[in-house]
């Protein structure tokens, strides 16, 4: 089967090397004609420093439409390099990430263009923080998948760490209780995903989104029940900034990266860990294993099953974080369905990434980027309408999953329960 | 549940799945030509036989219906626990253990009956009609369950066809609200006569919702983009769309309006009730039960019905014997569109007369959970339309009769654990000591992304 298969979409490899280079035409041309031409005449001028920095860093002038004209000009050159010459992957990632960058850039001109200067630092401070929910729940759909166990049940789990973080913080007035609680409760609605999906063998996608929905009408009913009647146990308590002493004062780097509450820390560590884990020791080795050919790690002693069930609470505690930031770490007080679609989007970050967390928090990045120039391009230039920017990430998206990745190449045995035979 | 004594059926009288799969509805005893060889008697021991069996060894029926009856148990554990009379009646255990009891039983059997009562049927508007009172009362609750049941009915067929295809179409939201729009514009933006303004907008809520879809299946044929990722990206595309044309007013705002509000659709495109005042049911619920027998004969009687099964069950074999699949995926995710845009009509122009930010409601998770219930069957999907439609009707009633003590939100968490518990048959057949393994038409209704 597998040679006919192959046989039958050899086509597409083709296929896909142009699309990919039409989509970096467009996306050129977009640069061109709607950035460049369309724009406001004028300058479009970023801030590179905050109001209170210690070190001042002039603002920075650019003229916005040549600046798109020559964005647009290097994306184009890109789509054409692509059609013409065969890359090597690194040099097709290094593309697609360059066009995206060139595309960024040219909409934060045009953006700009004529109007008050950009804090790039506050932007910057915005991504990053946007990020962490996508991050860490893409970090849980990693663990999970290369397991071999699909994770559609992020966003459950977001929504009850989410829950959970606020209500038991506010209720013993510890906000670290709360983030502990928080974590407990996405790994507890990975406990569920592990014993449906492994011992009972249900069908994982179906099981992922039940388990949304679940705990979507629980959290509802709860909030209802418990949140709106009694303001005690939403009291909407967050986690202060943490500076570290001496990296904080770096000028642009110090305010984005280590000036931040608690949540970025840890999910710097959980990147880091998780991508030398995986790539780097047996215990990744191991999983990666199970993820791709059960049978033959079963066959070699590794204990399939267990593997599976560690990686999946695992994950769920580590999305239960990504919750708890929703709630204690940002706005503080709960609302119903605050999780809001994060969960789906932490999964296409996921398989944008291609089930790697570094590919994972690029991707992360991406969509935080674009929701916090949903929050930010409406007050610096009205004329864009915030819905129509509000669908930026995920347009976005579509493309890249579309245009740029297309056919991911998932864990050989994700989805697949296993049974011992 | 009792445990049945080991005296079943023998393995030799073993009837197939499909023939222990209904037994619900044994064959009416045939009374005129009796063979005289085989007496009444055998033929009702084989009856009870196949219920008996089907009973022991878990058929789709039972486990369907046991795992109804265990949300309901857990369901039944939320509201207690919730409940402050309840927890503090629990409080005191050890000196009144009666009273907790009573409390709770009291709790959640007042919950589930008012659920019954606002959904089914109110016995004391039976006993007001003995009275003199109207007799229509009788079947209001059904018909508000009917029409609440129709937009999840035809969401629910979109999620199933494409189910059947191998495709999971999460996007049934964004769908939705593609048919709303160009429903909600023929509905006010064109004038019409009567009866054709109406085709006229269920067509366009169809070809509406239908170009989401076709959208989604084209990405997935030509770039093989998964389509879970593309319709859960899309369902916010068009919240987000509906936003922006619900917020002006040269777009779809009403006129004068600062909330998000489109204006009423004209009288002519309202899809009219039959069977006179209250026990009425609308033509929007006719058209959900015509959608599912043209969807059920397309998938049983057709070749493209066979094609789409076929892909389903495994694309690379479905390629082999020279199926064009793509083309297969795009027909069947526009046919799911189309019945997504087809809810949205029957919302728009049946109960809510125009379009809010709101009216998308839960109708594309809903879908999803309604598809699964009804195991991707079309009949399946109605039946189980049904009884979510009853659960809504009778969630909102709830919260009415307990002034909010009890939320409508229990009806979300009873829905999830109906599926739950549906989709995890090992966990139905440990929990009931149920024998049998035998399949429950469950298996593989969605792909991962190995597809």
């Known amino acids: ?421 | 549940m009792t445990e049945t004594p080991a005296t079943g059926p023998d393995p030799a009288s073993a009837s197939t799945g499909s023939a222990a799969a209904q037994p619900a509805e044994p064959r009416p005893a045939e009374p005129g030509p009796a063979e005289p060889g085989k007496p009444a008697g055998s033929r009702a021991r084989l009856t009870g036989a196949v219920i008996i069996q089907a009973i022991t060894q878990g058929s789709s029926a039972v486990i369907t219906i046991l795992a109804i009856f265990l949300a309901l148990v857990v369901g039944g554990f939320l509201i207690v626990f919730s409940d402050p009379v309840v927890t503090k009646a629990w409080s005191t255990f050890f000196s009144y253990p009666v009273y907790a009891l009573a409390q709770t039983w009291d709790s959640v059997s007042f919950a589930y009956s008012q659920m019954f009562e606002g959904a089914i049927l109110n016995p004391s508007t039976v006993s007001a009609a003995f009275h003199g009172g109207s007799i229509a009362a009788i079947f209001y609750p059904l018909s508000s369950t009917c029409a609440q049941a129709t937009p999840l009915i035809l969401t629910g067929l979109s999620v199933a066809i494409a189910f059947r295809a191998g495709l999971f179409n999460i996007g049934a939201a964004g769908q939705w609200v593609g048919g709303a729009v160009v429903a909600t514009w023929l509905g006010f933006g064109v004038s019409l006569p009567p009866g054709i303004h109406v085709i006229v907008c269920l067509i366009g809520a169809f070809v509406g919702g239908a170009v989401i879809g076709w959208f989604v299946g084209l990405l997935k044929a030509r770039t093989g983009a998964h389509e879970v990722i593309v319709t859960i990206m899309l369902n916010y595309v068009m919240y987000d769309l509906l936003s922006y044309l619900l917020s002006h007013p040269t777009m779809l705002q009403q006129p004068h309006q600062t909330n998000e509000i489109a204006p009423f659709i004209a009288n002519n495109a309202n899809l009219s009730h039959v069977g006179g005042p209250p026990p009425q049911v609308g033509i929007g619920f006719l058209i959900a039960v015509a959608a599912a027998l043209a969807v059920a004969w397309l998938l049983s009687r057709t070749t493209t019905g066979f094609q789409f099964r076929t892909v389903g069950a495994s694309p690379s074999a479905a390629r082999t014997a020279g199926i064009k699949v793509e083309r297969s995926w795009i027909l069947v995710m526009l046919l799911a569109g189309g019945l997504a845009g087809l809810s949205a009509a029957t919302v728009i122009q049946g109960t809510n007369t125009q379009l809010t930010f709101n009216s998308y409601g839960t109708y594309g998770p809903d879908g999803i959970t309604v598809a699964l219930l009804g195991r991707a069957k079309p009949i399946g999907v109605v039946l189980a339309g049904l009884l979510f439609g009853a659960l809504h009707v009778g969630g909102t009633y709830v919260e009415a009769a307990t002034l909010g003590q009890v939320p409508a939100d229990i009806v979300q968490v009873l829905e999830g654990l109906i599926v739950l518990f549906v989709a995890a048959p090992a966990l139905i057949r440990a929990v009931f000591r149920l024998r049998s393994t035998a399949g429950t038409g469950m298996e593989a209704v969605a792909k991962g992304w190995n597809g």
């Not at chain 1, 006919?4 to 996306?27: C, M, N, S």
């Not at chain 1, 994770?151 to 929504?159: D, F, M, P, S």
């Not at chain 1, 038991?168 to 592990?194: E, I, T």
């Open chain 1, 1 to 421: 089967m597998t040679t006919l298969a192959a046989a039958v979409r050899a086509p597409l490899t083709t296929e896909r090397r142009h699309l990919a280079a039409v989509t970096f035409i467009v996306i050129g041309l977009i640069n061109i004609v709607v950035f460049g031409v369309l724009a406001h005449a004028g300058d479009a001028s970023f801030e590179l420093s905050l109001a209170k920095a210690s070190i001042k860093i002039p603002v920075i002038r650019v003229p916005a439409a040549p600046v798109c004209y020559a964005l647009g000009v290097v994306a184009l050159g890109l789509g054409v390099l692509r059609a013409t010459v065969p890359f090597s992957r690194l040099a097709k990632r290094l593309a697609i990430a360059g066009v995206l960058v060139c595309f960024l850039l040219s909409l934060l001109c045009w953006a700009d263009a004529g109007a008050i200067p950009l804090n790039v630092i506050i932007i910057s401070q915005g991504t990053f923080t946007e990020s962490i929910p996508l991050i860490l729940g893409a970090l849980a759909g990693c663990l999970c998948e290369r397991s071999g166990v699909i994770n559609i049940a992020i966003e459950g789990q977001l929504l009850f760490g989410a829950f959970t973080a606020a209500i038991v913080a506010s209720a013993f007035g510890g906000l670290w209780v709360g983030l502990v609680a928080g974590a407990l409760a996405g790994g507890l609605v990975g406990v569920l995903l592990a014993v449906f999906a492994i011992s009972f063998l249900m069908d994982q996608i179906v099981l992922g989104v039940v388990l949304n929905v679940l705990v979507l009408g629980m959290t509802d009913y709860l909030y209802d029940r418990l949140m709106s009647q009694n303001p005690n146990y939403n009291t909407g308590i967050t986690f202060g900034s943490i500076k570290i002493p001496v990296l904080s004062q770096i000028p642009i780097v110090g305010p984005i990266f280590f000036d931040s509450t608690v949540f970025l820390y840890i999910t710097y560590v959980a990147i880091i860990v998780i991508q030398v884990a995986l790539f780097h020791s047996r215990w990744g080795l191991r999983v990666r294993a199970v993820g791709e050919h059960p049978t033959a790690a079963d066959t070699v002693g590794i204990s399939v099953l267990w593997i599976r069930y560690r990686n999946v609470i695992l994950g769920g505690l580590l999305a239960g974080i990504g919750g708890a930031y929703l709630t204690v770490g940002s706005v503080g007080s709960f609302i119903p369905d605050i999780s809001s679609g994060f969960g789906y989007i932490a999964l296409a970050a996921l398989i944008f990434g291609r089930w790697t967390p570094l590919g994972a928090l690029g991707a992360a990045l991406l969509f935080g980027f674009c929701e916090e120039m949903a929050l930010v391009l409406p007050t610096v230039n009205p004329v864009l309408p915030a819905p129509i920017m509000n669908m930026a990430p995920y347009v976005a998206t579509i493309i890249a999953v579309a245009g740029l990745v297309g056919r991911v190449r998932p864990p050989k045995a994700d989805g697949q329960p296993y049974v011992k035979a």
